[in-house]
């Protein structure tokens, strides 16, 4: 079993920056693909960013040239660094292993 655990969120003004991190533990050995997904309220839950054990990375169209995501393997730790936020930004996000471990999730809101 993979244990996730985000930290980093908060209350940003529009054009701030926050950053995300992921820790993961337990069967860990096993991890290729790292990732984050967000879900506004009232709507589905979709990929930010996702990021493989090569350091290949994939980003959603409304986030690209924005937001960054890396990872330490030497932490077990992925991050997710958030530029020129906006308002449509606001939900909450979620990190995911393997397409299957989901963390508890942390609100990001940004005002204008």
């Known amino acids: 079993q993979v244990q996730l655990v985000e930290s980093g969120g908060g209350l940003v003004q529009a054009g701030g920056s926050l950053r995300l991190s992921c820790a993961a533990s337990g069967s860990i050995f096993s991890i290729n693909v790292m990732g984050w997904y967000r879900q506004a309220p009232g709507k589905l839950r979709d990929v930010v960013a996702v990021i493989n054990s090569g350091g290949s990375t994939h980003y959603g169209n409304s986030v690209s040239g924005r937001f960054t995501i890396s990872r330490d393997n030497t932490k077990n730790t992925v991050y997710l660094q958030m530029n020129s936020l906006k308002p449509e930004d606001t939900a909450v996000y979620y990190c995911?292993?393997?397409?299957?471990?989901w963390g508890q999730g942390t609100q990001v809101t940004v005002s204008s």
């Open positions: 995911n292993a393997e397409g299957r471990h």
